[in-house]
């Protein structure tokens, strides 16, 4: 089984950034794909950014440019630095760990952009 967790949301003004991390348990991090989804309110999930095992990424529209994923594989922990926030970036953050046909789910940090 494998836990994630998430953290480093908050309130932030417009403009501004916030870097957010998903520590996972487990040894088998590295052979991971990570990726980061936000859900606003009265939306569906949305996928924002991935990072595969080999450190590849791809990032959706809204999020390229601003936001950046990463991974430190001796941490256990994934990453996304986001910059340049909007008001419409407001959301649930989820971090999601795949390997082969397995995922698994952080319990999710709000994100607030918000004068």
């Known amino acids: 089984q494998v836990q994630l967790v998430e953290s480093g949301g908050g309130l932030v003004q417009p403009g501004g950034s916030l870097r957010l991390s998903c520590a996972a348990s487990?040894?088998?991090?590295?052979?991971?794909?990570m990726s980061w989804f936000r859900q606003a309110l009265g939306n569906q999930r949305e996928l924002v950014a991935t990072?595969?095992?080999?450190?590849?990424?791809n990032y959706s529209d809204s999020a390229k440019g601003r936001f950046t994923i990463s991974r430190d594989n001796t941490k256990n922990t994934a990453y996304l630095q986001m910059n340049s926030l909007k008001p419409e970036d407001t959301a649930v953050y989820y971090c999601?760990?795949?390997?082969?046909?397995?995922?698994?789910w952080g319990q999710g940090t709000q994100v607030t952009v918000s004068s």
């Open positions: 999601r760990a795949r390997i082969f046909a397995r995922a698994y």
């Open positions: 990072i595969t095992s080999d450190g590849s990424t």
């Open positions: 487990g040894r088998t991090f590295s052979s991971f794909f």
